[in-house]
């Protein structure tokens, strides 16, 4: 039998690799609570604005609490986000909505200066911005001002949505009628939250009426998911190459420092990588 050639171990190594994130991804705790269901505590978050400053002075808040809370906060006196008498703008509700997250998970690596994209994704075009990204578990913002409509894709792990702005229209393999979600659906009466839960496995087709925006988060093995919703788009449909090197890229980055700062030092780590810090809230 001859002797392998170096080519060939490199080769077998880099299937392997791939076999095994395909597979299995990479599993490397879970750091957020997504909805108020999941939450260990029974004494819920309270967030107040006082000083300038908005603070919680309650329990454990999940993603689901913090985006409802930007919500209300935006609303201003009728209750409604995007109407005249909002306290915020768009902008400045997607950032209120990051700072929390940073207040309240702290000890990760919020990808800094987060660039807007496009993101072509199962025949829908829209903008996302990624806020968070590690082995198994993401962040981002993603929508678009102007009304969409199609297909979610099946992923392997778990994506919930939490409408900031506009309202969304969906439905399940075998619903007859649709759902409806708004930023308020959470006051609807008899409603105990108001997240988008998309099951591993499990597809959905839906429509943003009039434009809208929500803050994703997905648990799981995503690298089918970039493989599927990033890469192939890219190279078959889209050839928009910047969006690719701007989503891979911050993609990348978290997930290197995320998953390095677990045996690394974070101070230490930012200097390996460049001089990058983490962001403090």
């Known amino acids: 039998m001859g002797i392998l050639s170096p080519i060939n171990v490199i080769l077998g190594i880099i299937f392997a690799v791939v076999a095994y ?13 997504a909805t108020s269901a999941h ?23 999940c993603i689901e609490d913090i985006v409802g809370y930007s919500n209300d ?16 703008d768009t902008k400045g509700h997607f950032e209120l909505a990051e700072k929390l997250l940073k207040q309240e998970f702290p000890g990760g690596w919020w990808i800094p200066n987060g660039r807007w994209h496009f993101n072509h994704n199962a025949a829908v075009l829209g903008q996302m911005k990624m806020l968070y990204a590690d082995g198994n578990e993401y962040v ?31 439905f399940l ?24 839960v998309l ?7 839906y429509a943003q009426k009039g434009g809208g925006w929500m ?14 919703g990033v890469i192939m788009p890219t190279l078959f449909i889209t050839n928009d ?24 030092p974070v101070q230490s780590l930012g200097a390996i990588l460049g001089g990058l810090s983490v962001q403090k809230s």
């Not at 994130?21 to 609570?33: A, E, L, M, R, S």
């Not at 099951?199 to 087709?205: A, E, L, N, V």
């Open 39 to 61: 939450r260990d505590q029974k004494n819920p978050p309270r967030f107040v604005y006082e000083n300038g400053k908005h603070v919680n002075k309650g329990g454990k808040a």
């Open 140 to 170: 981002l913002i993603f929508g678009n001002p102007t009304p969409s409509s199609g297909y979610s894709g099946q992923y392997p792990y778990d994506c919930h949505d939490f409408q900031m702005e506009g309202e969304q229209i969906n």
């Open 21 to 33: 994130f395909v597979t299995y991804g990479i599993d490397d705790g879970q750091k957020f609570c």
């Open 215 to 228: 803050m994703e988060y997905g648990y799981g093995n995503l690298v089918p998911a970039l493989y599927d």
């Open 199 to 205: 099951p591993r496995g499990t597809q959905k087709g």
């Open 241 to 264: 190459w910047r969006s690719f090197c701007v989503s891979m890229g911050d993609w990348t980055r978290g997930f290197i420092y995320n998953t390095l700062s677990k045996v690394v």
């Open 73 to 88: 906060y935006r609303a201003g006196a009728d209750h409604l986000v995007g109407t005249e008498d909002d306290v915020l």
């Open 173 to 196: 393999v075998g619903n007859l009628t649709n759902r409806v979600y708004t930023p308020n659906y959470r006051s609807t009466p008899g409603s105990k939250g108001f997240a988008m």
